[in-house]
């Protein structure tokens, strides 16, 4: 690749795309966990590359971000936590900061949702309930947003609904059952709301 910018660019996304496959991070995969380990961090190093030699491209910026996300699912199961933690961090440092510079950019809307759920799952493992439900309810507002903003988007919705779901169990694991109840109920709406966007599509009632 050299110097090319597209073509690393290109590399890490292929590295990423293995990683995923041999974690199963985004679908099925083969479950080897510290091969995909191994494959992630030679896309880590391309992206924070490409990161730091353009540090005003967002778009380099936010591709780092989403790396250290897959990194962070990576590492759960193959490390530590310490370890998960630290790219949820580095990922919601980026996130936050593009996020700030273009808020009306959905791309990076989503990228800040993800970062705060990431982090969130991260203090659940942990059991610090309070700390994974407030980042849950970071999360929250962006995701309504995003919904509000498409009304016939399946994807959209059915992650406002998972979002909502895995705010309710966090809430129950701490004992806070009322407002589990409210959120597991609004979770249930949005999977009802789906379920008549998309009646025909068998996807949607697994």
Avoid: C, H
């Amino acid at each position: 690749a050299g110097r090319d910018r597209e073509m690393r660019r290109s590399l890490a996304l292929a590295y990423e795309r293995f990683a995923d496959l041999q974690v199963g991070a985004e679908a099925a995969g083969f479950g080897r966990s510290a091969q995909a380990l191994q494959t992630f961090q030679t896309a880590q190093s391309l992206r924070e590359a490409l990161a730091g030699e353009a540090p005003q491209d967002l778009l380099a910026q936010r591709e780092l971000a989403t790396n250290y996300l897959l990194g962070s699912y990576i590492t759960g199961r193959a490390s530590t936590l310490e370890r998960r933690m630290a790219y949820d961090r580095k990922a919601l440092a980026i996130s936050e900061k593009v996020n700030m510079q273009q808020p009306e950019n959905r791309d990076y809307q989503t990228l800040l949702a993800r970062a705060y759920t990431s982090i969130a799952y991260g203090y659940g493992i942990s059991s610090r309930w309070p700390e994974a439900i407030a980042y849950f309810r970071k999360a929250l507002p962006i995701r309504e947003r995003i919904a509000l903003n498409s009304p016939d988007g399946t994807e959209a919705q059915r992650e406002l609904a998972n979002l909502y779901y895995r705010l309710g169990v966090t809430e129950t694991q701490s004992g806070r059952f009322a407002a589990a109840l409210q959120d597991l109920r609004g979770a249930l709406t949005i999977q009802k709301r789906i379920l008549k966007i998309g009646e025909d599509d068998e996807r949607l009632r697994s």
